[in-house]
Every structure is written in structure tokens, then in C-alpha cells.
T-cell receptor
């Protein structure tokens, strides 16, 4: 089945640091990748849609300059949380969409900002 | 009113029981319906993917879609403790962006 790899799975860093999260589709080409944020015991909240070779589309209320998304190839998208603060601590999940396939999700990244 | 409604549970059942999980939706344009299973601190795992009204079976799982009632279900037969997880329904119009239910937490006791 379709596999999406997300790295790192857990990161702890100091306030003010920038953190990069990678999302890779391992066995298919993903023209579109999505980035979600999930708070404890809540459903997934879509942050942005990333299309290969073009600028990401952000959902209302999501700061573009805070959450930088790059989708440089058909198998890799990155999310960079810039100047992270404790309120950015959360579970971030990516998903990838191939042709004629539903979205497949990575295993998520737990981000803790001290 | 949310576009997709799902009872958050928790739903507690004994091992071997038949589990019924449900979602209702309001947008008649939704065409694709999915069920994902999410274990704690993991990403959602696709279980079932359906397009049309009717039933789709895969092992112990059966997905049911009733577009006329805007109602979808996931049935789990012979439930196991390893089925304990949060089950998310999701749907879209075909234009990629998924709309999720809140998820139902299922607990299967041995």
C-alpha cells in the first residue's frame, strides 16, 4: 500500500528555534501534499495544501510566515516552523495524494517547544 | 452546524462484539467517503474508501454509504483489543480537501 514517511517523529527545542519537518511519499508520486495540526483529543485541522512546484495554499488563520511550506519534488514536502514558541507545540501530520488515490498520512511529528 | 457530525464516544465493547460507527453530513456534494483509524500518537491509517452508495467489505470491516440520508457507517465484526483506537470518518467532493469528523474513540476490552 501507499507509504508516507514523516521525519522527525518527535522534536524538542528551545523557544525561538526554527524546526523543519519532512514528508516523503515512498512508493508513489504525490502531486499534492497536505499539512495538518492536531491538538489532544481533537480531529485534524488542515493548515495548508502544497502542490509540487507552486506556492502552498494556506487555510484561514494560518500564518504563512510562521509555517513555511516547500514542495520541491513529487515525493517531498517540508514544513518549517519559524521562530517557534510554546504555543506552536502540537502534533503535526502530513498527507500525500497520488493520482486516483485517497490521502495517505504520515505518522506525525510531535513538536514540543520549551 | 458542522459539515460532518460524529459522536466522539468513547464507545466501549467486549471482545468479539460487532461495532457500529457512524457519521452524518450536510453537504450533498460529498462524493468520496473514507474511514481512517488512528492510534495514539500516530497518523491516521486508511481503512476503507468508497465512492457510491451501498456496502463495501474488506475482511472484518464493512463500510456503508447512504447518500439519500447523508449517513455513513463502519462496521467491525469480531472486534479485537487491537481495534481500540480513534476512528475518523472523512469525505470530500473530489477536489482533494478532506472534511473530517471529530473521531470516535473505541475501546475493546478483552
Amino acid at each position: 500500500g501507499a507509504v508516507v514517511s514523516q521525519h522527525p517523529s518527535w522534536v524538542i527545542c528551545k523557544s525561538g528555534t526554527s524546526v523543519k519537518i519532512e514528508c516523503r511519499s515512498l512508493d508513489f508520486q504525490a502531486t499534492t501534499m497536505f499539512w495538518y495540526r492536531q491538538f489532544p483529543k481533537q480531529s485534524l485541522m488542515l493548515m495548508a495544501t502544497s502542490n509540487e512546484g507552486s506556492k502552498a495554499t494556506y487555510e484561514q488563520g494560518v500564518e504563512k510566515d510562521k509555517f513555511l511550506i516547500n514542495h520541491a519534488s513529487l515525493t517531498l514536502s517540508t514544513l518549517t516552523v519559524t521562530s517557534a514558541h510554546p504555543e506552536d507545540s502540537s502534533f503535526y501530520i502530513c498527507s500525500a495524494l497520488g493520482s486516483n488515490q485517497p490521502q495517505h498520512f504520515g505518522d506525525g511529528t510531535r513538536l514540543s517547544i520549551l | 452546524q458542522k459539515e460532518v457530525e460524529q459522536d466522539p464516544g468513547p464507545l466501549s465493547v467486549p471482545e468479539g462484539a460487532i461495532v457500529s460507527l457512524n457519521c452524518t453530513y450536510s453537504n450533498s456534494a460529498f462524493q468520496y467517503f473514507m474511514w481512517y483509524r488512528q492510534y495514539s500518537r500516530k497518523g491516521p491509517e486508511l481503512l476503507m474508501y468508497t465512492y457510491s452508495s451501498g456496502n463495501k467489505e474488506d475482511g472484518r470491516f464493512t463500510a456503508q454509504v447512504d447518500k439519500s440520508s447523508k449517513y455513513i457507517s463502519l462496521f467491525i465484526r469480531d472486534s479485537q483489543p487491537s481495534d481500540s483506537a480513534t476512528y475518523l470518518c472523512a469525505m470530500n467532493t473530489g477536489f482533494q480537501k478532506l472534511v473530517f469528523g471529530t473521531g470516535t474513540r473505541l475501546l475493546v476490552s478483552p
